[in-house]
């Protein structure tokens, strides 16, 4: 005797070896014995074989017209036995019952299951909802076709072009224009990523670039609310005697800082460190401050920059020359002879700017020699940095005084081996670029005397009030390093913590706040040590163990670092751009690290790290040619044509090793469309009503 039963939402085929009272053992055609529970046998037959009985009832099951058979059906619960009568004749054959069973399993649209071989008529309108459901799924599936078969023939259907990113990035894999990618691909059997480039999805590397970093971190634009900053409430008195100055490059409108400096020849200099003062308008919670908590920071980018805040509110704050500007100011007391710090003082005021200086035009006049010689001349001075050429020269004996204490606290000089880069493309004028502009490269030696002057006292003043919120119990946003070691990094907490790099007791970023979200934050906690003093933990905005302190570290963190990865990605584009642009093919390079099958280089008069084929001695120095430029992929490789010298000795390579970041090399682009998603697609007639 056969069986027809059902097992695991399958309908099986068998002979029956032994039967108990409420199961049977069967041998199925492959020859495999299994346990049937009595229940789940529907059809007891002794011919034909199943496999033919099977066979010739799905044939029959196919021709059904099923809307026929859902009116034949009975009212009520029915058995597949009673179908088939009312549907084929009154006595049907065995494959007639076992067409009309299958019939009913595989359309559940029409019939719902009662039981093993029951059934129930669904409703009319819920079989004229799942017909249009069908419908939709076959449209939707010719669709897919249709869209694949256009990107394997080079072009790129228009909702695949809007939803590009999506679909590379962060896909609804059920979306028909990922299927269709991911289909196009299979059948091409190209990437992705290429596919879509051949079909003109993208429509530069460099518009790739940007409108992915939108996407993923602008996903509503980069455009403002409409903001109105408040003005300062408070009545702060006026810096007296003050005459302050900013340095900065020309490009930079948030113009956060300002130094002056008071008594020169008296034998006590006071040296003031003046920070602009949103944060004596701006309150947490405030719409402003939810558009900078957003943000986290200034993006920057080669020809380009999106703000943290409005540009009419940085207008605002920012310390433009001409005028008294509300700031937070640290004013720190020298020995004029020894140099000694002598002591510190944080007030609330008003400041007169009286020179915003710029380095790009001031780094040919204001070298080492004018500032340490008053008798040595310089052509074409402008007459701000003339007058402030007694001030900036005290600022920079006083720099390298300042950096000279920190690396004894460091243990070994910082290293200023590489030059700083500066990148302007040609004709922008601050518009978004397009990607195909004139580069133009230049470079600035780091410690240069206008750096250093601003460098060393931006820590002056971010350590001194790092420590001051420490001592005074108030928390704040640190960076902090245990040690130089290799493998210890920089990190950020809410603790006044050595940082070992820069060779100071506490380092609290707090001289950025109009471009910088952590310094803002921090200077509301400074505001109140300087309103408060002893007592500032209480009424500090921010209180120990705060949460939400703890919520603005973590999303800094986060964003900064993505920030800093898009600015290092964009200088790469640009330097490869640069490079076809000036029709460079060879390069002389430094090796700096083994690779597997090669070595890492880095340029020695271009901001650019890349691999060569193989092994090199670490500290060679080589000329390569250089390979295919990728510039959706940011990549280049290269060759080496010959060796320029010997290498140097690991000691001298090791030197300064740690302290900076390595670039990154660029690689693949990590995508998120993965051709084994959608194998087959589903069959549209066997969809199941929700």
């Keep these: 005797m056969f069986v027809l039963f059902e097992e695991a939402g399958k309908y099986l085929g068998g002979r029956v070896l032994s039967e108990a ?52 059906a009975a009212e009520g619960e029915f058995g597949f036995a009673d179908l088939a009568a009312d549907y084929f004749s009154e006595k049907p054959t065995l494959a007639q019952q076992a ?83 991911v289909d196009a691909a299979r059948a091409t059997q190209r990437p992705p990523l290429d596919l879509l480039e051949r079909a003109g999805a993208i429509d530069s590397p460099y518009q790739f670039h940007w409108r992915r970093f939108l996407f993923e971190n602008f996903p ?79 993006v920057y980018m080669p020809g380009y920059k999106i703000t943290m805040l409005p540009d009419e509110v940085v207008d605002t704050y920012t310390l433009l020359e001409g005028g008294d500007r509300p700031a937070v100011s640290l004013y720190a007391r020298f020995d004029e002879a020894t140099l000694e710090l002598q002591g510190t ?28 010689d008053a008798t040595f001349a310089s052509d074409n001075t402008p007459d701000a940095a003339a007058k402030l050429r007694a001030p900036l020269s005290f600022l920079f004996r006083l720099a390298k005084h300042l950096k000279a204490q920190r690396e004894v606290v ?50 002056l003043a971010n350590s001194s009030w790092g420590g001051w919120l420490g001592e005074l119990g108030v928390p704040g946003l640190y960076r902090s390093q245990a040690s130089l070691a290799p493998g210890i990094k920089v990190r950020m907490g809410t603790r006044a913590l050595p940082h070992a790099g820069l060779g100071v007791k506490s380092y609290a970023w707090s001289t950025s706040p109009l471009r910088r979200y952590t310094d803002l934050v921090n200077q509301w906690q400074i505001i109140a040590a300087a309103r408060h003093g002893k007592t500032a933990a209480l009424a500090a905005p921010f209180k120990p163990k705060d949460a939400d302190l703890f919520s603005i570290l973590s999303g800094f963190d986060a964003a900064y670092a993505t920030y800093n990865g898009y600015q290092g990605g964009m200088e790469r584009f640009w330097t490869l751009k640069y490079l076809q642009q000036q029709g460079i093919t ?20 271009l901001p650019l790290v890349f ?22 992929a940011l990549d280049v490789s290269g060759t080496v044509l010959e060796r320029l010298d010997t290498p140097q000795t690991d000691a001298a390579t090791d030197e300064g090793a740690g302290e900076d970041d390595e670039e990154e090399v660029a690689g693949p682009i990590a995508i998120a469309v993965d051709l084994s998603d959608s194998e087959a697609a589903p069959d549209p007639t066997t969809t199941t009503p929700a």
């Design 99 to 181: 067409a009309a069973l299958f019939a009913l399993f595989e359309a559940p649209h029409y019939f719902r299951r009662a039981g093993k071989g029951r059934f129930k008529k669904a409703p009319a309108e819920i079989v004229q909802q799942a017909l249009a459901a069908i419908e939709k799924k076959k449209a939707i599936q010719a669709q897919i076709v249709e869209w694949a078969g256009q990107l394997a023939e080079g072009v790129c259907p228009a909702p695949i072009r809007e939803q590009l990113y999506k679909i590379l990035f962060k896909p609804d894999k059920n979306a028909p224009e990922y299927k269709a990618v």
């Design 410 to 459: 460091r243990g070994k000089p910082e290293n200023f081996s590489r030059p700083d880069y500066n990148f302007r493309l040609v004709g922008n004028d601050g518009a978004e670029p397009t990607g195909n502009e004139q580069v133009q490269i230049t470079t600035r030696q780091r410690g240069a005397p206008l750096d250093l002057i601003v460098s060393e006292a931006m820590i």
């Design 586 to 605: 060879e390069l002389e390079a430094t090796v700096i690290k083994d690779i597997p099958n090669g070595a890492l280089v880095r340029a020695d008069a």
């Design 345 to 372: 003082e944080t007030k609330l005021e008003r400041v007169p700017i009286v020179a915003n200086l710029r380095h790009d035009q001031l780094d040919a006049v204001v070298t080492q020699p004018w500032l340490e």
């Design 611 to 632: 691999p060569v084929a193989g092994q090199q001695e670490r500290g060679a120095r080589v000329r390569v040619k250089l390979g295919e430029i990728d510039e959706i």
């Design 21 to 72: 009272e409420a199961s049977a053992q069967v041998e199925l055609e492959t020859g495999k014995r299994v346990k049937v529970k009595g229940a789940n046998i529907v059809l007891r037959f002794e011919k034909p074989a199943p496999a033919e009985l099977m066979a010739e009832a799905r044939a029959l099951a196919a021709g059904m017209d099923l809307d026929l058979a859902w009116e034949f």
């Design 220 to 298: 509503k634009g980069t455009g403002f609310p409409a903001l109105a900053a408040p003005a300062v409430a408070d009545d702060l008195p006026l810096a007296e005697g003050v005459q302050a100055f900013s340095i900065d490059d020309s490009q930079t409108t948030e113009i956060d800082d300002a130094l002056s400096v008071q008594g020169l020849g008296s034998g006590t200099i006071t040296v003031g460190v003046h920070i602009a003062a949103p944060g004596l308008a701006l309150t947490p919670g405030s719409a402003i401050d939810a558009v900078a908590r957003a943000r986290m920071s200034t």
